[in-house]
């Protein structure tokens, strides 16, 4: 096996470590440890937010204030995420809100 064909078969593993988890059932998510994907979060250089049905901010992530500026420990559960879409993206964002919902994802 060449060094490509190693990093594809650990890349496509869903271990956070390369190779295979004990903890993980057949679909890769963890069964009763999600400390890697919290410490994956945590760590992104991507902003990760949980948002209510209504708009309020639930959680962000580090990177969440280190690109927007807002303190976290400020905003979550007060902020509502709906009042900086654009005016003409609010009704799409809602339509689109509505129907996650309705399909329960």
Not at 26 to 53: C, F, Y
Not at 74 to 80: A, D, L, V
């Amino acid at each position: 096996m060449d060094p490509s064909d190693r990093e594809r078969t650990y890349l496509g593993s869903g271990s956070p470590h390369g190779g295979t988890d004990r903890s993980t059932h057949a679909t890769g998510q963890p069964e009763k440890d999600d400390r890697w994907l919290r410490s994956v979060v945590h760590n992104s250089s991507e902003i990760v937010t949980m948002v209510g049905p209504d708009g309020t901010l639930r959680y962000a992530n580090p990177a969440w204030q280190r690109v927007l500026g807002y303190d976290p420990k400020e905003e979550i559960g007060k902020m509502n995420v709906l009042e900086y879409v654009h005016p003409e993206d609010l009704p799409h964002v809602l339509e689109e809100t509505e129907k996650a919902l309705s399909e329960g994802a």
